[in-house]
């Protein structure tokens, strides 16, 4: 997945030097656009004609985790029949401060389904074998045997999250498999089926993998209803029913911290219709809009003050005060849509967002 550059310049120039320190310990050219993982913590590039160099750093101080070594290890352990990018080489070091590894891997000059955020922005339109072969692959995935688990996936983190996040008791894991850890769009490629980022690879719940996946996808249906009819073993059984909790608890913890706003209302809908308990309060009424075709308009966010459960519309960019005012000025919303002619607002108990509140917009101001 594509990410900014790492604000601290000292972390981004640090980075670059790893970089091409390893280029040229392995002989090869880097050259092309920089792609940089979450938070800096990787940086890839083009080497050569057919490879693909990614540098992953870690602070010396702290253990580096699962995530070190996983693409590495599933390139050794998992089944050639797993379609994914060959690793050719690899090379580690350390300076004073943090540790390195650079992994020298097959490039693959198609794009994935989709760049930028895992949320999936945009129908898939896949072809019947394209998601047969998905399922084989997970399917094969799963009988390898590991040691490997993402702290996310262990029952203690579930013990201590589940009734936060979701609004019930710890639940028993009574199946676990192998899978792949981050399955969304952003990570697969296709036609023909590639996955790519076996980095967070581990035993998890049957059905997390998969759960996730539809989880991403909740803002496209027809894309949700297809996972769904692909996997009915998951969403038709106890055990997949299970992992896809894990999995929505999850994604809640990511909204929690301020990730994904635009997914959480879904994500919170679906948790409710497995539970039946409403999910805690923080998790209702966030969203994410854009301005479409009048653009000049920005990026802007609402949400739902715990407190006095006024809407609340904050600037993430480009968007004018007289927008803001005029959205907070609106009482007791917990969800709101944006169109081209304004805010119409709804609380939850109303199901059609025809009966909502209108709150027109001021006309726009001189560009």
Known sequence: MFAPPPEDPHNRIRMVRAHAAAAGTLCVRAHGSRTWGFKGRTLSRRADDHHWLRVVSAPLDKEPGIRWDGIACADTLLPRSVPRPRVHDLLEWTDRTHRYRAELSEHLPRP?????????????????????????????????????????????????????????????????????????????????????????????????????????????????????????????????????????????????????????PHLARRAEQFTGVPVPCRFRGFASFSAWSWAPFGQFRCSVSRRSRDLRVRRTSGLDPWVLNRAAAHNRSTEAVLTKRGFRCFRRNQCSPTRGTYIPLPPAPAL
């Open 112 to 264: 994935a389904l989709q760049s930028g955020s895992p949320v999936l922005t945009r129908d898939l339109d896949l072809p019947d074998t394209w998601w047969a072969d998905l399922r084989a692959a997970l399917t094969v995935t799963a009988t390898v045997p590991t040691r490997r688990q993402a702290g996310r996936m262990r029952t203690s983190w579930m013990d201590r999250h589940f009734h936060r996040l979701l609004g019930i008791p710890s639940i028993q894991v009574t199946s676990w498999t192998t899978g792949h850890g981050d399955l969304h769009a952003g990570n697969l490629l296709g036609p023909p089926l590639v996955i790519i980022d076996w980095e967070g690879w581990s035993r998890m719940p049957a059905g997390a993998d998969v759960g996730l996946f539809h989880a991403y996808s909740l803002r496209r249906p027809a894309t949700a209803a297809r996972i769904r009819a692909a996997f009915p073993d998951t969403f038709d059984t106890q055990e997949g029913r299970v992992g896809e909790l894990v999995a929505l608890a999850q994604l809640l913890q990511v909204s929690e911290r301020g990730g994904h706003p635009e997914l959480t």
